[in-house]
Structures are given as C-alpha cells and as structure tokens.
C-alpha cells in the first residue's frame, strides 16, 4: 500500500473563495470559529512582518495557502482522538488551524522562542485553552501517547520518524504534508515502515502530497 496514490475527491482549491467554500462544507465552522480564522490569519501576516512565518508570497493566497491547507489534514482525521502533537508547529501550521476547528488537545511543538511566544499569543488571545506549546527541540519533550502524529515542515521523512516514533502506538494516525516528494521520501524507507502508509493528493497543490498512516513505528522494524 505504500506507493498508492490516493485523489482527493473534489478539484484543487485555487483561490480564497473556494478555500473558503470548501472549509465551510467539511467543517460547518461556528461564527466563532470563523471570526478565529480571521483572527489567526491577521496575527499570522502582522506577525510575518517581524518574523520569517511563511513566505510573503503565499499571503495574498493565505486560505488556500494556509489555512485550508492545513484544515484538511483534520479532514483527513475524522476517525481519531485523543492528543494530536505537531512537530515543528513554526507559525501553527496545522496546529492552530487543527486547534480551532476541533477541540482536541493539541501540543505544538516547537523549539524556537519566538515562534512559540507568537504561539502562545495567538491561543491566548483566541481562549484556545486545550493548546499547549511544548518550547524546545522534539528529543526534550516528554514522551505521551498520540492520537494523532503530523508535520508540515518538520524533517525528512526517516529523521522525522526516528525522532516521533516513541509518541506513536497501534491506534496512532500520521499526517504527514510531504510535497511532491512524498512518493520517493516512502519508497526510501524499510518496508514495514511503507507498509503503514499510503499517500493521499493535497487538495490545494496539484503538486503536494500527503503521506498518511496508522500504528506504531518501531525501530526495530528498519
């Protein structure tokens, strides 16, 4: 199952009307949870402006770019609960997005200081009480059972599971943006490891993938 490439069912989200036509369709948000887009949105470009967030030129496109990209992992997620940890959160991406769509505990995990002082500002100031920001490198946070696994921009793909395979367990759900690489990331790692996954196509990028997987990854398993 590892090479097969899944199609999101729907077309590519191409401008910030359809991001948003689609986040309301798979998500229903609340007139809170929309006004908490907004909100995380302004604070992201505000704050893109004092630090290195996201590239300039994904602003004008930020709902496609961003947040619906990130929303659709949780799309991808329908199934799971309990802790969802994303690695290298940066800006909190996905996490926030995750954090305001759904009430599951969410611990962002990110090792620079002020990215996660921009975290924390951001679930203060939304009342995002059941975010946690974990601020230091992903070997110093302490080990805990996750619901679910992902990871925007945090590794590649063998380092990204060496480091988080010890919050994994059987029922553990892997969302794993890879871009167009992702095929090639899976194929280089042990079959066992490929067997758990199959990789699902980014509703926002014809050319961005996802690798997404269930279980417990075990070194012993290379």
Do not use: Y
């Amino acid at each position: 199952m590892g090479r097969r490439v899944v199609r999101s069912d729907g077309e590519f989200l191409a401008s910030e009307d359809q991001a948003r036509s689609w986040l309301e369709q798979a998500f229903a948000p609340t007139a809170a949870q929309w006004n908490h887009l907004e909100r995380f949105a302004a604070m992201l470009i505000a704050e893109n402006d004092r630090q290195n967030l996201i590239a300039a030129s994904t602003i004008p496109t930020i709902w496609v770019r961003h947040i619906a990209d990130s929303a659709q992992l949780l799309a991808l997620d329908s199934e799971s609960a309990g802790l969802w940890v994303d690695l290298g959160s940066g800006p909190g991406l996905p996490g926030l997005v995750v954090a305001i769509l759904s009430e599951r505990p969410m611990l962002l995990v990110e090792s620079r200081r002020r990215r996660c002082e921009f975290l924390r500002a951001v679930a203060a100031e939304l009342r995002l009480g059941h975010v946690e920001v974990a601020e230091a490198p992903l070997e110093r946070v302490a080990t805990r059972p996750a619901g679910t696994i992902s990871a925007r921009a945090f590794a590649p793909l063998d380092k990204l599971i060496d480091l988080s395979a010890r919050f994994s367990t059987e029922s553990t759900h892997w969302l794993l943006p890879k871009g167009r690489n992702a095929v090639k990331e899976l194929a280089s790692l042990p079959d066992a490891w490929q067997r758990m996954f199959h990789v699902e196509q980014s509703r926002t990028d014809a050319e961005s993938q996802i690798l997404v997987g269930r279980g417990k990854l075990r070194a012993e398993t290379r």
